[in-house]
């Protein structure tokens, strides 16, 4: 069924419905490929470009913690400030 012709279901909610569920698939792919450090890095350069500025603001608040004892990671923060 198409998004639009579900009852109260504007393209507004929709939008907003996707975009949080890209924002939490990019966490999950950020978990699995955590053990090695270029696909880490991959992933978030992927993630600045599909992602909304709001979510990479909350994104960056996530990984902060994420990478938290993990330093081999830490140098993929560069992407998110470029």
């Not at 012709?5 to 939008?15: A, N, Q, R, W």
């Not at 978030?44 to 990984?63: C, F, G, N, S, T």
Request: aromatic content about 10%.
């Amino acid at each position: 069924m198409f998004p639009a012709t579900v009852p109260g279901l504007t393209l507004k909610k929709t939008f907003i419905i996707m975009a949080r569920a890209m924002y939490e698939y990019t966490q999950v792919v950020l978990q699995k490929v955590s053990f090695d450090s270029v696909l880490f890095c991959k992933e978030v350069e992927k993630a600045v470009h599909r992602l909304l500025p709001y979510e990479l603001e909350e994104l960056k608040i996530w990984l902060n913690q994420f990478i938290s004892g993990k330093p081999e990671l830490s140098q993929c923060l560069i992407h998110l400030n470029a």
